[in-house]
């Protein structure tokens, strides 16, 4: 038995990638590693939000906490994340922005003056330091010209605060690394989500029972896009699978139709149909990379904190039991 | 050409529509404003005339003096001057009380009038105080004002007025209800019975009030042996009247009229006809009436006259040297039927309440229910009030007089009634200003303080009644604007024990809403408005006052033109069933023939309609038809203030809308456009509702799909929607509220009934849509718990904050003993350096700062002592300086007073209440992050709120679960989702929808479902969801959807109370109990059980006696005495200081044994130590036995 090794070797094979998005099928590994690779992309993949504003001088309509918690939900370009160190961990600084290595200064100084509301959005949020610049998300693409109405939208930034005649938002503010345990600001996903591979048989005996009729009253009875019916042969043929959504319809459809057992469809327990999407902060393809680095790092602590027996104390028996006896 | 008055005020009100939510605001506020309005411009003049002159006379110098009030007046609210500082703008605004805790009140006058022996009259401009002005009433600075000045005076875009401030609360007087006015009510009532000897249960009432809105009420007792007693009250007291003298003394007619005027509703052709309401008895009873009067000895108008007047000299005031008859007379002027002018008509008046007491008491007339609404009208803020003047200036009269007469008597011969300065300084002691005073008193507290009672029910047994005013609290707009919807029935039904007051009548359809009314001790008695419910007014939409006389006249004469018999002396015997009573206010004006009646009646309700007739759009047409054994007939009309009237659909004529009042509402026959024929079948209906919608409150409105909800649910919505955190205002910015509740970012619901859209109700948000998923998930979410994304959280769903206001007023702080030496200084002592960074060299906070518990927020110096006052930021509070005010004081003087506003983060935590719009409340259980809620693998979204299945089986809120659905569908969509109640039973709806619908044959899920189909996702809104934390399947399918959540003002942060140790009681060395006093729970009685039962006898002793008193006590074992042991000083004893040093300092003796070995040290609780004191105080001497026997065994 101890020879029998349980050991796989997943792949990944990718269908789709854009900056913000990817789409991707992860195979010969179950839910667990799925998962876990869900959890800590939403969860622990560093990321850089500004966490500590100090606000000289706000005039507007929403007070300052309020201005605080949207500049913090602003996306920052945060491929550095990775390199910086968390400003508790730091040992060069006390984390008042000063710091290369854990933090990265902005200031916002918006005063308006015209009788028309400003907006103030996180392209007025300006990096002190150039050498390793870190900006909200769209800052590069932004335009160089023209109000905020009259930019295309994807180019206007994010709106933090309307400011009217006489008003005044001056404030420094400090970004920090910091994962999405902490604080949901530095999740860098905005959507990751899986699902298990179809595989779908149609019992094609059984469907030539049907008559046309029946047949596209079976197929639209799916709420998503599966099944078409072919113009010709009048055959009913599977058109996206991975459009099913587990939710049974077109079974109970079959069984409600008299004919149990037109469809069978399993779930491939070993096969994931990945979808990733980004918040801007970080390229989607980026942060699955760093996410298997993280997990890597994790299994690396527990791997070696099993080595030694003092251990036991942090994991209780479990510690003993992953060092293979009692 | 065709359009009807309502009509035109329909056609205004949707004009009103689109101005936007200010008119809306202000139709619903209207009764308040108009009624002070009336106050101010014609109540106030109506009350001066009311009070008669007071009237004095010095026989010595043969001189007599009389003295009134004329035209009082309330003028606009003003800066106080007194210190004589010049403001460029001598104009109170309602803001600058609001924020400096003032009064918004203006100057009360009014001429008091000297009259010396009929000589020309002399006139002296009076101040009576200063009287509360009504925000946005004809004398406040703010009446018109549109939008843009508003704004300008930092007011509410939509601000409506209808509130008092006082003390820079926003006040407003409640709406009661009340009998109605000049309205002939039968009742049975068994403490009439205790009126004395030969009372039955059996009375007939009337509420007469005066033009000033002074009311006395009539009751006419019936007697077991066939007769009838009169009684009114006057001062507390009632009198009984037998109802012959009355009679006699109100006209001159003969016995024999009377007779047959009593004894016309008895006619043996008749009997057992529908309608027949006379018996035999009534016969008998007539010459036992007449009988009653012979035997006391009188036979002429004037005997009866004198006979009242005799027995009424003593109690009425100023009435000693008339003559009797001249007294009667004024009883019966002053105090009988007060509505009614002539006494001809008083005589007609009491003839029908006699002929409806008999109808009742021989069961061929049903008594009335005094608790429907349709013998109900309502007490108008107003109202009160011009009652209340005429009652202080009556009062301040009458202490006039007594003090000069008083001086009179006293010093007949130096005080000489002819000199004007000595009767006016005389009068400086009854202090004018005080009638002010009362009135500020009156907003303040609700309490009515008045000799005369006002003739109010809610008076009850004490001197005061209390609840008239109550605050407008700004919780959020919902709250606000109920208050004014909001109808009482009187603080002193309260307390009944009865429930029949508190009953949903069907009469109340259309007035009052059957969902808006809270649980508990109110229920039922505080009411609400519906939206279409109108309060008639005593003024024309122009401001001037009605013209009743010539409305009365004008109804009279179409009546006539009808073929009304006029009541004239000599009348053919017109009643029931032949004819039909006419009574117009509490008049009886003639009689119709019962087979015209309907006709007449029809054709009333045309004209009443028709512009260019001068019948009131508001006429109430109440035709009570002949029955077996029903209400007593005839036809009420009524054209009063203080009505309820609201619109109907005619279904005859122009199909015109109509106004209709409860009285009347019972008598015809409406339908209602929800698709049912309620049964009708041989009737067909006159009129239409214009919507089923008509009979909800603003707020039951608002609940989405309320129809597929069960009622009581809907109840709780009601309340739940009133203590909800949303957007409260929007001047939130210059408010100085005591508590302010604020959602952070407030969203528009996606699934919103007609009626938002209609009140502007995104003007004022209250709640946030959020994604909620119906699962039992990891059992947090069992018993209405509820599981909160807290990734969502902290991307903002349902943060909030609290806005206090503290007002420091230095002139308060003043009185107590330490002069006027206090001014706003941070102490320069090296013991208050710390408050540098929190407090300005001038006491006071920076604006943004943060402030932890037991931070300073403001320091007041006194100069004398040098010690500082600091206050501090209550413990375990954190907050921040949102705003500080230096309040009202010229640029010389030191400031005097200052308001804090501290702004407080509230964002959810564990504890916190939620609830949907369908009474479905909860508590957070958990915040969960992220990547422990189950997500939807289509979609990747993961929900915000998790809520148990649970909560819908036995709860029955479909409407919830609609709107969950149909707002999901909506998002999609990016379409707001109508889900107004009632909208899917109107036939007449013929919009492409229902159509299609009907054709499907299908249901509002359908509907939704089939959004939700060709978006891609589950017919039934379900979803297939994968576990957060596994990352496997979830066994079922999860309804998801979409539902506007609301934040209610619980929260834990709030209500949390946790000590280990802390303050005590130093009598019984107990932990004090009450939050704020950091005190402990109560581990009561019940809770010992529980223990005990348990057998936890060690935590049983924990927390009774070890987190108690407890208490080592020294016994003394020889003489058992507890109180004997004391510490003696050992220095006392002889021994040096030195000695002392190290060794224990004091040491215990029995004083009673003199000696210290004996001394024992006890473990007892502190209470018991008290006990033996106690009981030494008594005499009593406690013995205790120590021994160390238990120990040894």
Not at chain 1, 231 to 258: C, H, L, P, R, S
Not at chain 2, 179 to 202: C, E, F, L, Q, W
Not at chain 2, 564 to 593: K, T
Request: charge should be neutral.
């Amino acid at each position: 038995m101890d020879n029998v090794s349980y050991q796989r070797f997943p792949t990944v094979r990718i269908r789709e990638i854009k900056d913000d998005f990817l789409k991707f099928e992860l195979r010969n590994t179950d839910a667990s590693m799925a998962n876990a690779l869900r959890r800590v992309v939403l969860a622990e993949v560093p990321t850089i939000a500004i966490d500590l504003v100090e606000i000289e001088m706000n005039s507007s309509v929403l007070n300052d906490e309020f201005i605080a918690h949207r500049l913090g939900l602003i996306p920052l370009t945060s491929e550095r994340a990775m390199d910086m160190k968390f400003s508790r961990d730091c040992d060069a600084c006390d984390g008042d922005g000063k710091c290369e290595f854990c933090s990265i200064e902005f200031t916002l100084n918006v005063k308006c003056t015209s009788d028309q509301t400003l907006d103030v959005t996180s392209h007025d949020l300006v990096p002190s330091d150039q050498q390793y610049p870190v900006y909200p998300v769209g800052f590069m693409e932004r335009a160089e010209y023209g109000g905020y109405e009259e930019d295309p939208p994807e180019q206007r930034g994010i709106l933090i605060v309307k400011l009217r005649r006489g008003q005044e938002l001056k404030l420094r503010a400090i970004a920090r690394k910091g994962i999405g345990k902490d604080h949901a600001k530095w999740s860098p996903a905005a959507t990751i989500t899986f699902q298990y591979e179809p595989e779908i048989h149609i019992n094609e005996a059984l469907m030539e029972t049907l008559t046309l009729e029946e047949k596209k009253e079976w197929v639209d009875s799916c709420p998503t896009k599966m099944f078409d019916i072919d113009a010709n042969t009048e055959q009913v043929v599977v058109v996206d699978a991975e459009a099913y959504a587990y939710d049974d319809e077109i079974i109970k459809k079959a069984d409600a139709m008299g004919k149990p057992g037109l469809v069978n469809i399993i779930s491939r327990e070993d096969s994931f149909i990945f979808t990733i999407e980004s918040t801007g902060a970080l390229k989607a393809a980026d942060m699955f990379l760093n996410a298997i680095e993280i997990l890597k790092m994790k299994l690396d602590a527990v791997r070696l904190s099993m080595e030694t027996e003092e251990n036991d104390d942090q994991f209780g028996e479990l510690g003993a039991h992953m060092r293979g006896g009692l | 050409m065709g359009l009807s008055k309502v009509e035109q005020r329909i056609k205004q009100k949707e004009r009103v529509q689109e101005l936007g939510a200010a008119a809306v605001a202000r139709r619903l506020v209207k009764p308040h404003i108009d009624s002070f309005d009336y106050f101010v411009e014609h109540g106030l003049q109506q009350s001066a005339l009311g009070i008669r002159p007071i009237e004095l006379f010095q026989s010595a110098t043969n001189c007599r003096l009389r003295i009134w009030i004329e035209r009082p007046s309330i003028s606009p609210p003003l800066k106080d001057d007194r210190d004589k500082t010049q403001f460029l703008d001598q104009r109170l605004r309602p803001l600058e009380c609001r924020q400096s805790g003032i009064t918004y009140k203006g100057q009360f006058s009014a001429d008091i009038c000297y009259q010396w022996n009929d000589q020309a009259v002399m006139r002296f401009s009076t101040s009576f105080g200063q009287v509360p002005v009504m925000v946005k009433s004809s004398i406040c600075h703010l009446r018109g004002a549109d939008r843009n000045k508003l704004i300008a005076c930092k007011e509410e875009a939509s601000e409506a007025g209808g509130y008092f401030i006082c003390n820079g609360n926003e006040r407003i007087i409640r709406m009661l209800l009340v009998t109605k006015r000049n309205h002939v009510v039968a009742i049975r009532r068994n403490s009439y019975k205790n009126r004395g000897p030969a009372y039955t249960d059996i009375a007939c009432l009337i509420r007469c009030v005066r033009p000033d809105q002074s009311s006395v009420t009539v009751r006419v007792y019936y007697m077991q042996y066939g007769g009838a007693t009169l009684a009114f009250s006057y001062r507390r007291q009632e009198f009984l009247i037998p109802v012959g003298i009355i009679l006699k003394a109100l006209s001159h007619t003969q016995d024999r009229e009377i007779f047959e005027l009593l004894s016309s509703i008895y006619d043996e052709n008749n009997s057992g006809k529908r309608g027949a309401v006379g018996t035999q008895l009534v016969v008998q009873r007539a010459q036992i009436i007449l009988e009653e009067v012979r035997r006391v000895g009188l036979f002429t108008r004037l005997q009866c006259l004198e006979y009242i007047g005799e027995r009424f000299r003593a109690i009425l005031e100023g009435v000693e040297d008339q003559p009797a008859a001249a007294v009667g007379e004024r009883v019966i002027e002053d105090h009988i039927f007060v509505h009614l002018e002539t006494s001809l008509d008083k005589f007609h008046l009491l003839i029908f309440m006699l002929q409806k007491l008999f109808a009742v008491a021989d069961h061929t007339a049903a008594p009335d229910n005094v608790d429907a609404i349709q013998h109900q009208e309502i007490l108008l803020p107003g109202h009160v009030l011009t009652m209340y003047a005429k009652d202080r200036m009556q009062d301040w009269l009458g202490k006039v007089r007594r003090v000069l007469a008083k001086e009179l008597e006293d010093k007949p011969n130096e005080f000489d009634l002819q000199d004007v300065k000595k009767v006016q300084k005389l009068m400086d002691k009854v202090p004018s200003t005080s009638i002010g005073k009362r009135f500020e008193y009156l907003l303040n507290t609700g309490n009515l303080a008045s000799k005369h009672s006002l003739e109010l029910m809610q008076v009850g047994s004490c001197s005061e009644s209390t609840g008239y005013t109550i605050v407008a609290e700004r919780l959020n707009y919902l709250r606000y604007i109920s208050h004014f919807r909001s109808v009482h029935r009187g603080a002193y039904f309260q307390s009944l024990r009865t429930t029949t007051v508190r009953k949903l009548l069907p009469e109340s359809w259309g007035f009052l809403c059957p969902v808006h009314t809270p649980d508990g001790t109110p229920c039922g008695l505080l009411n609400h408005l519906t939206v279409s419910c109108e309060i008639t007014s005593d003024m024309e939409a122009n401001g001037v006052l009605r013209d009743y006389l010539s409305m009365r006249k004008e109804i009279v004469s179409v009546l006539s033109s009808y073929g009304m018999v006029s009541v004239s002396p000599g009348l053919a015997h017109c009643a029931p069933p032949s004819h039909v009573p006419v009574l117009l206010d509490g008049r009886v004006v003639g009689y119709v023939e019962a087979s015209r009646i309907v006709s007449v009646v029809m054709g009333i309700r045309l004209l009443k309609v028709l512009r260019s007739s001068d019948i009131p759009a508001d006429l109430e047409v109440a035709y009570v038809p002949c029955t077996f054994a029903g209400p007593y007939p005839g036809l009420f009309l009524s054209i009063g203030p203080a009505r309820m009237v609201r619109p109907v659909k005619q279904l005859f004529g122009e199909q015109s809308v109509e106004m209709i009042g409860p009285l009347e509402q019972v008598y015809m026959d409406i339908s209602c456009p929800d698709g049912i024929d309620n049964g009708w079948e041989d009737v067909s209906p006159t009129h239409m509702e214009i919507s089923p919608m008509a009979m909800l409150s603003i707020v039951a409105g608002l609940t989405p799909w309320s129809d597929h909800n069960q009622s009581p649910r809907n109840m709780y919505q009601c309340q739940m929607g009133k203590q909800t955190m949303g957007f409260p205002a929007q001047t939130i910015q210059y408010r100085a509220d005591n508590k302010l509740y604020r959602l952070q970012t407030p969203q528009t619901p996606l699934a919103r009934t007609l009626r938002h859209t209609e009140y502007h109700m995104d003007e004022f948000p209250t709640g946030t849509n959020a994604i909620v998923a119906v699962l039992s998930y990891t059992g947090y979410d069992m018993e209405d718990a509820m599981i909160i994304n807290k990734s969502s959280m902290e991307r903002g769903l349902c943060h909030g904050q609290i806005y206090k206001t503290e007002t420091i007023d230095l002139s308060r702080l003043n009185k107590k003993a330490d002069g006027f030496n206090n001014k706003f200084a941070r102490h320069t002592q090296l013991m208050y350096h710390s408050h540098a960074k929190f407090l300005d060299i001038d006491g006071l906070p920076y604006v943004g700062q943060r402030l932890k518990g037991d931070d300073p927020y403001c320091s007041v110096l006194n100069t004398m002592t040098g010690r500082a006052k600091v206050f501090k930021v209550k413990n375990s509070e954190t907050a921040v300086v949102d705003y500080v005010a230096a309040v009202g004081t010229g640029p010389k003087e030191p400031l005097q007073k200052v308001t804090i506003r501290l702004r407080q983060e509230r964002n959810p935590v564990i504890g916190d209440k939620f609830s949907s719009r369908h009474g479905q409340k909860g508590i957070c259980s958990q915040l969960w992050p992220d990547i422990d809620m189950p997500f939807s693998h289509v979609t990747g979204m993961r929900p915000d709120i998790i809520i148990n299945p649970h909560a819908f089986p036995s709860r029955m809120t479909i409407g919830m679960l609609l709107e969950s659905m149909a707002a999901k569908g909506g998002a999609l969509e990016g379409k707001f989702v109508d889900a107004t109640p009632f909208k899917y039973n109107l036939s007449s709806s013929s919009d492409r929808d229902s159509v299609a619908r009907e054709q499907k044959g299908g249901t509002l899920i359908d509907e939704y479902g089939d959004i939700l189909r060709a978006h891609g996702f589950n017919y039934h809104g379900t979803e297939v969801m994968y576990s957060g934390v596994f990352g496997t399947e979830l066994v079922c399918e999860i309804f998801i959807g979409v539902v506007y959540y609301q934040r209610l003002r619980h929260m834990v942060s709030d209500k949390f109370q946790v000590r280990s140790r802390g303050p005590v009681n130093p009598v019984t060395q107990q932990p004090v109990k009450g939050r704020s006093a950091g005190g402990g729970i109560r581990f009561g009685e019940m809770e010992r059980d529980s223990l005990l039962a348990h057998g936890a006898a060690y935590l049983l002793h924990d927390r009774m006696h070890t987190c108690s008193d407890y208490h080592i006590g020294s016994v003394c074992s020889n003489c058992g005495s507890l109180i004997a042991p004391m510490a003696v000083s050992q220095a006392k004893a002889g021994h040096t200081h030195l000695l002392a040093v190290g060794a224990k300092r004091n040491k215990e003796v029995c004083r009673y044994c003199n000696s210290g070995k004996w001394i024992e040290k006890v473990a007892m609780p502190f209470a018991f130590r008290y006990l033996t004191s106690e009981l030494a105080a008594m005499n009593v001497k406690l013995n205790l036995k120590v021994s160390d026997e238990l120990r040894n065994t």
